[in-house]
């Protein structure tokens, strides 16, 4: 079974940058890696997405111009570079991985591997 761990919340302030971590067990080639987040009292959305074909990528409406996702293979890892974050991008980051190799920023179906959340709390 494939191991998805994502690392990096935390509490920061409004205008501030942090950088998620999302680690698989198996080959990132393999593999599409999405990101999700879920907000207080609402439900999961898509955040970013990306793949190794043609390093193609997506991004929430929301988050273009402030959001970079990007792959490290030799670190079986994809990151996740927010900056210039608001309050409402508070919630659970999730990264997903979706093994025929699909990028979607909308719908989380077709990930099939998981990993547990990291929380990202942005203040005033």
């Known amino acids: 079974q494939l191991q998805v761990v994502e690392s990096g919340g935390g509490l920061v302030h409004a205008g501030d940058s942090l950088r998620l971590s999302c680690e698989v067990s198996g080959s990132l080639d393999s593999y599409a890696i999405g990101w999700f987040r879920q907000a207080p009292g609402k439900g999961r959305e898509g955040v970013s997405c990306?793949?190794?074909?043609?390093?193609?990528?997506c991004y929430a409406d929301s988050v273009k111009g402030r959001f970079t996702v990007f792959r490290d293979a030799a670190k079986n890892s994809v990151y996740l570079q927010m900056t210039a974050l608001k309050v409402e991008d508070t919630g659970i980051y999730y990264c997903a991985a979706n093994p025929f190799k699909l990028c979607s920023c909308r719908d989380a179906h077709a990930f099939s591997f998981w990993g547990q959340g990291t929380l990202v709390t942005v203040t005033l």
């Open positions: 990306i793949v190794k074909r043609n390093e193609a990528t």
